[in-house]
Structure formats: C-alpha cells, structure tokens
C-alpha cells in the first residue's frame, strides 16, 4: 500500500500571527493571503497537469486544532487512501486519532507520533 505521497501544508501556531505572516511575507516573500496562509502549487510524475499544492498557514496559538500535540508545528502528509493507512496504522498499534472528515477540499485523518506530535493526514480529492 503506498503510504505518504507528499507534504501537503505546514502549520505553525503563533502568539501573535499578524507579526509573524508580515515577518515571513516580508523577509521570505511569501504572499500570505487574507485566509492565513499561502498554497505553492506545484507539478510531479503522480501530478503531472501541476494541480497539486502545499498550504502554508498560521495558527492562533490559542488554536485547539492541533491537540492533543503541544507542538508549535503540525505537518500535513498527503497520502494515496487515509481510511487504509489510517487502519494500518492502528492495526500497527499508533495512537490514532477516532475520526475521519470529508468534505470538498478532501479527506482528513490524524494520528500521534511518539513524541506527541500529531500528524494530519490528507486525501486530496480526485484530480486534485
């Protein structure tokens, strides 16, 4: 079974996250959008029409998005099929997380490292 397929975001809380964007937006020219973040797309052998991306975004540090972690950063995987890996994954004894979402921007799984970090786990939707 192919597991992760890529990085599909990274996220960072951050106390103050207006001071943050402009630092990054400023002295890493990223263009952060109005929703928080910005998305690189991005092309490759499984993408080859270029309609895949990475989403990049801030995070209130008073966000609960990412619990049960105290982690500052949460990694986005994007994975070929997360209802199968999300059952490997707990056929293999990881702290995996109880639900699954979907919704049109695809499927989202989550699952604990060892360390406590919690890790998103994305599905992208067909063609995308």
Request: aromatic share 12%; proline share 5%; charged share 25%.
């Amino acid at each position: 079974m192919k597991r992760v397929t890529g990085i599909g975001g990274i996220f960072i809380k951050s106390a103050d996250p207006d001071r943050l964007k402009a630092w990054y937006r400023t002295h890493l020219g990223i263009a952060v959008e109005d929703w928080g973040g910005f998305a690189f797309s991005w092309k490759g052998d499984d993408n080859p029409e270029g309609t895949g991306t990475t989403v990049w975004s801030i995070f209130s540090a008073s966000s609960t998005y990412f619990e049960p972690s105290q982690a500052q950063v949460m990694v986005n995987y994007r994975v070929a099929d997360v209802r199968a890996l999300i059952a490997a994954l707990r056929a293999e004894g990881c702290n995996v997380m109880d639900k699954i979402d979907e919704s049109e921007y695809g499927k989202f799984g989550w699952v604990v490292d060892p360390d406590g970090n919690k890790i998103e786990l994305w599905e992208p939707p067909p063609g995308k």
